[in-house]
């Protein structure tokens, strides 16, 4: 399937009509756990409707109350939002917030964005890595930095994302002076866990024997290490188990269940 959600979400709405499966390996966005839109759509990774219970943690762990969303006009950036407001009301926490285009250009927005924030300390940017990149070269140039501020981004953001070779330059910082601004900024990380790293798996090897050979691999290609390569793996594996039974059961001539029941012609 595919990596971003944006991708995956039009594919899985209509896949399901050919009886086609999709596994997707870095889609989070909290509407793909809509079964009745998405009905042949899977993953393994947790959806963002997750993080709220991360974030009250982390406002608990640092005695926080408030916070103020700066959130990009799209599905997977809107609907977390709303899961974050519902569960920052249970506890009376403040979520202020603002939305823009991802047809604008959010510098014209920041006016209205730090004139609605000016009573916030903590700051969350829900959006895309190269509007990201333009909102803190200006909150870099306003002051909005540590220690007085802090600032909290996502965790999929691609390595080294604030410098000029992701857009262009097309921002009045220097690389090393975005670098300064993130120093202490936050980001809220998914985990896979290693809590199982001995125990032999489907896949007859362990997660800490998979981990061995695929930076062994990955070193040996000049290639960077990250979770989703884990998560592709399973969901290859997944794909693998799946077709291997459903063989089986059409071979036994039990097809129910196996979406192949109104298919013509030899299916193995």
Not at 11 to 21: G, L, Q, R, T
Not at 189 to 214: A, C, M, W
Request: glycine share 6%.
């Amino acid at each position: 399937g595919c990596g971003c959600s944006v991708a995956t979400e039009p594919v899985a709405a209509i896949s399901h009509h050919w009886n086609i499966s999709q596994i997707a390996y870095f889609s989070g966005s909290a509407a793909l756990s809509n079964r009745n839109r998405y009905k042949g759509f899977f993953r393994n990774i947790p959806s963002n409707a997750l993080d709220p219970p991360a974030f009250v943690s982390l406002m608990k762990h640092f005695g926080w109350k408030r916070m103020f969303s700066i959130t990009q006009d799209e599905a997977l950036f809107t609907g977390a939002s709303s899961n974050l407001l519902t569960a920052f009301n249970k506890l009376n926490y403040t979520l202020g917030s603002t939305t823009f285009k991802t047809s604008a250009d959010p510098v014209e927005e920041f006016n209205k964005i730090f004139l609605k924030s000016d009573d916030y300390r903590i700051f969350y940017l829900n959006c895309y890595s190269v509007p990201a990149r333009k909102i803190i070269c200006e909150a870099s140039k306003r002051g909005y930095t540590y220690p007085k501020y802090a600032w909290i981004f996502p965790d999929w953001y691609i390595d080294q994302w604030w410098t000029a070779d992701v857009d262009g330059g097309s921002v009045n910082c220097t690389d090393t002076e975005l670098e300064t601004f993130l120093e202490r900024s936050l980001t809220l990380q998914r985990y896979l866990s290693r809590d199982s790293n001995t125990v032999l798996t489907h896949t007859g090897i362990t997660p800490q024997q998979f981990q061995e050979k695929y930076e062994h691999l990955a070193k040996q290609g000049g290639y960077d290490l990250t979770d989703a390569g884990a998560r592709l793996y399973d969901d290859v594996w997944i794909l693998a188990v799946a077709l291997n039974r459903t063989m089986a059961m059409v071979k036994s001539g039990n097809i129910n269940g196996t979406g192949c029941e109104n298919a013509s012609g030899s299916l193995v």
